[in-house]
């Protein structure tokens, strides 16, 4: 008798990772899929960037990964843990994962230091007295401009503002939805040299989204192209570039 079709195949072997996702499969409202059951995995250390053509699903993923958007099927694992339907807040305060998003990031009415402290309500007034210190001392940029209004700041330090906001929480993971968008080249280097310097210094685990790719996969270990809400490739960020498909993907799909 032939064994049945199920076992006929060696079973997938789940990924491993301080990030991962399985079968992710997400969308607005009653809109259709956007992510079409995404397979990720990021190690504890690792700085991994996601690339693709605009509308391609790379800020649904980041999304659906901070707990921003339910996935429709799937799984999201946080340190091993399932965090699949653990609201957003949740995701800060019991599973470390910080997120800055690609706009509208810094209450611009607010100074620096109320912006910062944003990230921090959960904590004790001491705890967010004593976090708040160490980001003004790490930054010293925005520590010499801390009762001034966010508005007051060029973009690249409101980029770093909210970078300082998702680091108040003390993340073990750290999400970036495009932190060189709008950067002048200089800013570019400053923001990049500093997630480096992040991940150096705390062996936080980075995933960005960029659409600066040759620069994103110069300070990256591995990365992720997405198209049409699928991974295209996945492949160490230092053989991406040469790899003649990203060139096509960018330019043919959506
Ligand atoms: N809040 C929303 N409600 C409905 N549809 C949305 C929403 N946000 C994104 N979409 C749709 O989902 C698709 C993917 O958008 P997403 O923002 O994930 O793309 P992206 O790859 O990050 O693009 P970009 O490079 O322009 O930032 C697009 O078709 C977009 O219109
Ligand atoms: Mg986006």
Redesign the pocket.
């Known amino acids: 008798m032939n064994a049945p079709l199920a076992l006929a195949g060696p079973a997938p072997r789940p990924l491993e990772g301080m990030i991962v996702t399985q079968g992710l499969r997400a ?3 009653d ?1 259709p899929d ?1 992510l079409h059951g995404i397979d990720l995995a990021v190690a504890s250390g690792e700085i991994v960037t996601i690339l ?12 659906t990964i901070g707990g921003f958007v339910v996935p429709r099927a799937g799984q999201v694992l946080i340190d091993a843990r399932d965090t699949t339907s653990v609201p957003a807040h949740l995701r800060v305060r019991e599973h470390h994962v910080g997120f800055v998003p ?1 706009t509208d990031n810094v209450f611009a009415t607010l100074s620096v230091a109320e912006n910062i402290l944003l990230g921090a309500r959960f904590l004790v007034a001491s705890q967010r007295r004593e976090r708040l210190a160490q980001i003004m001392k790490a930054y010293p940029s925005l520590a010499a401009k801390k009762d001034r209004r966010a508005s007051a700041l060029s973009g690249g330090e409101r980029q770093l503002l909210s970078i300082a906001r998702a680091l108040i929480a003390d993340p073990a993971v750290l999400l970036l ?2 932190p060189s968008a709008g950067l002048s080249p200089l800013m570019m280097d400053e923001v990049f040299d500093e997630i480096v310097c992040i991940r150096d210094r705390t062996g936080m685990t980075i995933l960005m ?1 960029e ?1 600066n790719a040759a620069q994103a996969l110069a300070i990256s270990d591995r990365a992720y192209v ?1 198209a049409l ?1 699928r991974v295209a490739i996945e492949q160490r960020a230092s053989e991406l570039l040469n790899n003649p498909e990203l060139a096509g993907l960018y330019l043919g799909a959506h």
């Open positions: 969308g607005y409202g809109g956007i693709g053509p605009n509308g391609c699903g790379k800020s649904t993923l980041l999304k690609q939805d495009e989204v659409q997405l809400g």
